[in-house]
C-alpha cells in the first residue's frame, strides 16, 4: 500500500495564500489528493483553487475532516503553524518551510513526541505514494510526475529535496516503481529520521524493499546500521551516500544543506558507508546504480 500518504488522507495547506502554498495546492489537486481547506491568519472567506480558506485551524477543523497538515509559511511562523496543528490533533505534519531556527525545529520535534503524532521535516520537498496522493510540490508538473512516479515495491527516503525525484527516476528506469517516495529534509535536526521511516517501511506489506538517499554531515545515516543490527529492518535496503569529495575540503566546510557538515570528524561518507556494508545494507557507489543494485536484491 504506502506508509503516511493514501487515499483517506485529507491534507490542509497551512499557509495556503501564499505563492507556493497556492502552487502546491494546485498540484496536489490535479493529482487527486483531497485538499478539503487551507489557513492564513486574516485571509478567512477567500479561496485557493476552490479550495476555502480559515483563518484558524480550529476553524477549519469544525467544518472539515483532516488528518494531515502541509506547512508552507515564513520560517519564524514555522514553530506556530506546527504547534497550531498538533494542538488540534492532526496526527500527521509535513513542514515545507526551511531554514527554521534550531530552537524552533527542536520545540517541534518535542511538541510532535508529546502528541504521538508524526513530523515530516522541515525543509520537506514533500512526499508522494503514486495513483494514491501527494503532500508538497515533490514530482514536479503533472506530465513529469507520470514520467518519473509508477506505484511498484519500492520505498524512497531521500535527505536532499533535489534529489528524491532523481532518485524516483533511477529506480523508475530499473523497470520498478515506488511505494511512498519521502524527503526528509536536510535540516540539522527533523522530525521523523531514516530509522523512522524505515520502521514504517517494515511494517508495510506492500513494499518489498527500500532504497535511500543519504549525504555528508550528521549520524542519522550511522543510525540506520544500528536498525539494520537489530533486526528492526528486514528488507532488502539499497543506500546511496554522496558527497565523498567532501572528505578532501577543509574541515568546517559546508556543503548545501544545513545538515551536511563533518564536525569532529564525525559524518564523513567512507564512515556511513563501511558502517552501512558491514550492517548488510547494498551501496551503490554511484547514484545511478541504485536501481539496479535494489533489482538484484529482489
Known amino acids: 500500500m504506502a506508509i503516511l500518504l493514501n487515499k483517506d488522507t485529507k491534507v490542509l495547506v497551512q499557509g495556503i495564500t501564499g505563492s507556493t502554498g497556492v502552487m502546491a495546492t494546485e498540484l496536489m489537486l490535479k493529482y487527486g489528493t483531497k485538499v478539503p481547506a487551507g489557513v492564513t491568519p486574516g485571509k478567512g472567506g477567500q479561496s485557493v483553487h476552490g479550495v476555502p480558506v480559515y483563518n484558524s485551524v ?36 509535513l513542514v515545507f518551510t526551511e531554514n527554521v531556527p534550531l530552537h524552533d525545529a527542536a520545540a517541534m520535534i518535542a511538541k510532535a513526541r508529546e502528541k504521538n503524532a508524526v513530523l515530516v521535516g522541515p525543509a ?18 503533472p506530465d513529469m510526475v507520470e514520467r518519473i512516479y509508477k506505484k511498484g515495491p ?29 524527503g526528509m529534509g536536510g535540516e540539522i535536526l527533523v522530525g521523523s529520521v531514516y530509522v523512522d521511516l524505515l520502521r514504517m517501511f517494515e511494517k508495510d506489506k ?29 528488507k532488502p535496503l539499497g543506500v546511496f551516500i554522496g558527497g565523498k569529495f567532501a572528505e578532501k575540503m577543509p574541515t568546517g566546510v559546508q556543503f548545501g544543506h544545513a545538515g551536511a557538515i563533518i564536525e569532529r570528524g564525525k559524518g564523513k561518507p567512507s564512515e556511513k558507508i563501511d558502517k552501512l556494508r558491514k550492517a548488510g545494507a547494498l551501496i551503490a557507489e554511484r547514484h545511478h546504480e541504485l536501481g539496479q543494485v535494489i533489482k538484484d536484491a529482489l
Open 58 to 93: 480550529k476553524e477549519a477543523k469544525e467544518k472539515h475532516e483532516i488528518n494531515a497538515s502541509f506547512i508552507v509559511v515564513p520560517p519564524l511562523f514555522a514553530k506556530a503553524a506546527v504547534f497550531e496543528a498538533l494542538d488540534n490533533n492532526i496526527p500527521f505534519v
Open 124 to 141: 520537506s520537498v514533500g512526499m508522494l505514494s503514486p495513483e494514491l496522493g501527494r503532500i508538497g510540490p515533490i514530482g514536479g508538473l
Open 154 to 182: 519500492i520505498g524512497i527516503i531521500s535527505k536532499s529535496g533535489g534529489m528524491t525525484n532523481e532518485t524516483a527516476w533511477v529506480i523508475r528506469q530499473a523497470g520498478l516503481g515506488q511505494s511512498t517516495v519521502i
Open 206 to 234: 506492500d513494499t518489498k524493499a527500500v532504497v535511500i538517499f543519504g549525504e555528508i554531515g550528521g549520524t542519522y545515516e550511522d543510525q540506520i546500521a544500528e536498525v539494520l543490527k537489530n533486526k528492526e529492518f528486514t
